[in-house]
Every structure is written in C-alpha cells, then in structure tokens.
C-alpha cells in the first residue's frame, strides 16, 4: 500500500470501450476527484482504484470520472451507466446549499458541476447510486440538506500517514442499510476476508436492537439529521461534540440509493459486514441494466431496495 512517501504507480482514469457493456457486468460509473490536481497524484491515483475494486470484486464494470475526462466521453458514461458511486475527496462549494465558507477548505468547483450533473442523470433514470464520505455529504446537498462544515473529531489520520481512526457507529436493523450489513457474510468471500479487518468475525452483534460496527472516519464534514433532505431516511449514527451525526442514510422511494459516511473500500480499516453494501449495489446496477430502457425513474423499482 502506497504513503505519502512511497506512492504506488499512477493509474489513469477508467474508460470503457464504446461497446455495450453486457447486463452481466453492469458499467458503473466512479465520480472521482482528478488526481492529476492532487498533492500527491499517484496516492490519489490508487485511492481512485480502491473504488473501483470493491465494483470488481462483484462483477461489476467500474468506469472513473473526473473533471478531466473529455466532454463528449464523460456524457457516453453518463448516457450508458447503470449505477453511480459518489466517492470520498475534497469539501463541497457552500454555495450549493446557501451558505458562506465557515470551515469548508479546498474545494473543488469543477468536479461539483460534474457530479452534479451525473447525479441528476441519475435520478433522471433512476440509476442506482451510491455515496460514500463527500459522496454521502454531495447526495444530501444536491437533494437541498446543509452540512455541518468542519467537525474535528471525526477528522481522523490523514490516509497514509498512520493507522486510521475508528469509532462505533449504531445502525437500524429495520432499514435497507441495517439489513444489507446484517446479513450473514459466508461463503469463499467471507473466508477470503478473514472475517474483517476488525474483530476477526463478521458480527458479533445480537440478532435485536441496533447493530453496532467499528469503522474509519476520515471526514471533517457531516450531517445532522436535523440537516438531511426530505426523500432521505437516516440509518446510521455516530457521536460527535456537535450531537449525533448521520453515518449512514438512504432514500425512501423505489429507486436504490444508499449512502455511508465511512471509507468501506479501504478494507484494513473495514468490517466484512460491509462487502455486503457492494455486493448489493452491483446486484442493483445489474438488475437496472436488465430492466427495458423504456422504463423511467417513476416506474423502476428495485428488488434490492423492497
């Protein structure tokens, strides 16, 4: 694993060939950060990849987008995916839910215009979409919540820089998210996990009452429940100096949308339990690209969301 100091190799920013991609392996759609404006390019480079592989890992087709992929082949991703993953990088623009920079640092206006975009593409057909860490803070503010700008203790280890910081968070058994986590993780997947990174089993949590898991934070930004959209359902808690944050939420139609405050793609720092989340959502995107293209965001629906 690259540090700061010892960066892996640059990787370039997936594409996929202008082929249809087979239902099978559905394309999904990585909204990343250009590691090209990044401190250092190549640690931004292989986080991008870690994306990318928790898609893989499930069959499905990951394909990274940042604001230096050309116009024309940024609007054929967006044109042809069957799932969208927001993912982890620098703070939102203020300004996208009426407010002044208090805390915000290093934004980033350009890839807000593009996820953005590939966000209302999305909801347009109701591709499922996935938000993690800024993904989780950009699904709440494009769907017109706040943020809380700058939330220290949750700040955590620089990635790279030292073992990540962890802390409980407490999530609803009764939501889409507490039963995709809860579920028994088993099989040659769960073997080859080791049971997580954390604790050596997939949960040791009682079968009642909300499960409690062990997970990195590497955000300084969150969400009060008090500051969630409308169309979102809270199903996840973690505490803070500034009350409960929302770790974890999803949203309350048909369509397949999840998000979580977390990095589950960085697996030394992730219980199993969360591999489930992707294989969930690659199932989603799967089942989407077999659903007819006729069908609309008010008449798709998804068995993974029921």
């Given at each position: ?22 239902a ?38 990951p ?50 215009e ?22 989780l ?7 017109g ?35 995709t ?35 990195n ?19 996840a ?18 369509r ?26 690659v199932?989603?995107a799967?089942e989407?690209?077999a659903?007819?293209a ?13």
């Amino acid at each position: 694993m690259p540090t700061d100091s010892q960066p892996a190799a640059s990787q370039p920013a997936a594409s996929v060939p202008a082929a249809s991609v087979p239902a099978a392996s559905p394309l999904i759609v990585v909204a990343v950060g250009d590691p090209q404006l990044a401190e250092n390019p190549d640690l931004a480079a292989y986080k991008n990849e870690l994306y990318a592989a928790g898609i893989s890992r499930h069959g499905g087709t990951p394909a990274l987008l940042h604001s230096a992929v050309p116009r024309d082949e940024r609007e054929r991703l967006l044109g042809a995916m069957a799932g969208l993953l927001l993912s982890g990088g620098a703070d939102l623009e203020p300004a996208l839910y009426g407010a002044t920079a208090r805390g915000a640092a290093g934004m980033d206006p350009q890839r807000d215009e593009l996820e953005l975009a590939a966000w209302r593409e999305a909801d347009r057909r109701a591709v499922p979409v996935l938000g993690i860490c800024r993904g989780l803070q950009a699904i709440n503010v494009f769907s017109g919540g706040t943020l809380l700008q700058d939330v220290p203790s949750h700040a955590g280890t620089p990635y790279g820089r030292g073992p990540a910081q962890l802390h409980r968070i407490e999530i609803d058994r009764a939501t889409v998210l507490g039963r995709t986590l809860g579920a028994e993780l088993g099989g040659a997947l769960g073997r080859a996990l080791g049971g997580g990174a954390l604790g050596g089993e997939p949960s040791s949590n009682p079968g009642s009452g909300p499960l409690s898991l062990t997970v990195n934070t590497f955000h300084h930004q969150a969400v009060r429940e008090d500051m969630l959209a409308s169309g979102l359902r809270p199903a996840a808690w973690a505490d803070s100096e500034f009350g409960r944050l929302v770790e974890g939420f999803e949203g309350t139609g048909d369509r397949w949308l999840m998000a979580v405050q977390c990095h589950p793609e960085r697996l030394d720092s992730t219980p199993a339990d969360f591999e489930r989340l992707w294989e969930a959502f690659v199932a989603a995107a799967r089942e989407f690209a077999a659903t007819p293209a006729t069908r609309t965001s008010a008449t798709r629906t998804s068995a993974t969301a029921r």
